[in-house]
């Protein structure tokens, strides 16, 4: 008697897989859907690697978080009691985003005398790079140098960019802001009068500053050598007096002045004032 055997096949579970890209720049994020499934839906679906995936539910997927390279998809569809891998033949390329930076020498801050800075490039960055500059009020975007050096036409606050941009088109902004201080001015008396009958904006030996200075030191010596003033306060003046409140004769006196300007320059001056009766 023959025997009479029913073979249920299933069918293997598929689908197709979309992106909304299979490239792009750290921090890359895509979205990836599975449709056109066959025989029908699956029970389960497991991605690989699975670090990277994230459901968003309605067959709707995240891929995020992956680093710098290749990175090559799977998918296991599960469909009562059959298992199936696909393979994705498009494969996930991350490329590196550039880390743009810049220092500043000798600093943010430079006085008019001395208008040049240099900029120097610290971007990093695993593929190459073309880098861009931008100089607020000078040459905009069209230097191309990679750490170049700019002499700014005038005083002022200056916005400078550096944008960088990989062969794979991602890029990366750093931004700073520099200052030109105006021409330093001022001002040191040749002689004056400690005359309480004169006017008063002669009766000292003062120095008159137009900006807010640093370390100021101002020192003034007799025909001998010997210190007969010394301060460190810019509204303070000599009144032609010893310390111990002596008058001191008339004639010359040699005077030292030294302070920083907010640049971090130095300023020593020397020269002689004459004291009169």
Same mark, same amino acid.
């Given at each position: 008697k023959d025997t009479v055997l029913q073979v249920l096949v299933k069918a293997l579970p598929t689908a197709r897989v979309s992106s909304t890209a299979w490239s =792009?720049?750290?921090?890359?994020? &895509? %979205?990836?859907?599975?449709?056109?499934?066959?025989? %029908?839906?699956?029970? &389960?679906?497991?991605?690989?690697? $699975?670090?990277?995936?994230? #459901?968003? %539910?309605?067959? !709707?997927? !995240?891929? $995020? =978080?992956? =680093?710098? =390279?290749?990175?090559?998809? #799977? +998918?296991?569809?599960? !469909?009562?009691?059959?298992?199936?891998?696909?393979?994705?033949?498009? #494969? +996930? !390329?991350?490329? &590196?985003?550039?880390?743009?930076?810049?220092? +500043?020498?000798? %600093?943010?801050? +430079?006085?008019?005398e001395y208008p040049t800075m240099s900029f120097r490039n610290r971007t990093f960055c695993t593929d190459s790079v073309n880098y861009s500059w931008y100089f607020q009020g000078t040459y905009g975007w069209q230097v191309k140098a990679f750490s170049p050096v700019v002499n700014f036409p005038a005083p002022g606050v200056y916005d400078v960019r550096l944008r960088a941009v990989s062969e794979h088109g991602c890029s990366d902004e750093a931004f700073n802001q520099v200052k030109v201080n105006p021409p330093l001015r001022f001002f040191v008396p040749d002689a004056f009068t400690p005359d309480d009958k004169l006017p008063q904006e002669n009766n000292e030996f003062k120095v008159s500053l137009a900006e807010s200075v640093f370390d100021y030191s101002l020192q003034v010596f007799n025909r001998w050598g010997q210190k007969v003033f010394v301060s460190d306060r810019t509204e303070e003046g000599w009144n032609g007096r010893t310390p111990d409140g002596m008058n001191c004769p008339v004639g010359p006196y040699a005077w030292s002045l030294r302070f920083r300007t907010a640049s971090g320059r130095e300023v020593v001056e020397q020269g002689t004032v004459l004291l009169l009766r």
């Open positions: =792009g720049c750290v921090p890359f994020e &895509a %979205g990836l859907q599975l449709h056109d499934f066959y025989p %029908g839906k699956p029970d &389960a679906c497991f991605w690989q690697p $699975s670090a990277y995936i994230s #459901s968003l %539910g309605n067959d !709707r997927y !995240r891929f $995020s =978080g992956a =680093g710098i =390279g290749t990175h090559a998809l #799977s +998918v296991i569809l599960e !469909r009562s009691g059959c298992s199936n891998t696909i393979l994705i033949p498009d #494969s +996930v !390329r991350v490329f &590196a985003t550039p880390e743009a930076a810049f220092d +500043v020498l000798p %600093g943010t801050i +430079v006085d008019w």
